[in-house]
């Protein structure tokens, strides 16, 4: 079973850095397609950034540059750092695991003060 688990949220100031970590539990990692959803009050839930299996990523045009998605199979884990932070980057970040089915962890917060 496929269990997201997430961390590393936090309040920063405007400009500062944040990574988040999502630790996904069962001995299939290597193979999930993995990502990071945002959605902040009010908003819809959207897309941050996706790794596949064989390390190819994509981004939403208001993060790239600033956010980097990487994953690192041994430790099962999956990282968001994020540079350049922006009070509009503030929301519950989610990390998304597919493997035929999508697997949502809990959320943590972001919160980037002007």
């Known amino acids: 079973q496929v269990q997201p688990v997430e961390s590393g949220g936090g309040l920063v100031q405007a400009g500062g850095s944040l990574r988040l970590s999502c630790a996904a539990s069962?001995?299939?990692?290597?193979?999930?397609?993995m990502g990071w959803y945002r959605q902040a009050p009010g908003k819809q839930r959207e897309l941050v950034a996706g790794?596949?299996?064989?390390?190819?990523?994509n981004y939403a045009d208001s993060v790239k540059g600033r956010f980097t998605i990487s994953r690192d199979n041994a430790k099962n884990t999956v990282y968001l750092q994020m540079n350049s932070l922006k009070p509009e980057d503030t929301a519950v970040y989610y990390c998304?695991?597919?493997?035929?089915?999508?697997?949502w962890g809990q959320g943590t917060q972001v919160t980037v003060s002007s």
């Open positions: 998304k695991a597919n493997y035929g089915a999508d697997y």
């Open positions: 069962g001995r299939i990692f290597s193979v999930l397609a």
């Open positions: 790794i596949n299996s064989g390390g190819i990523t």
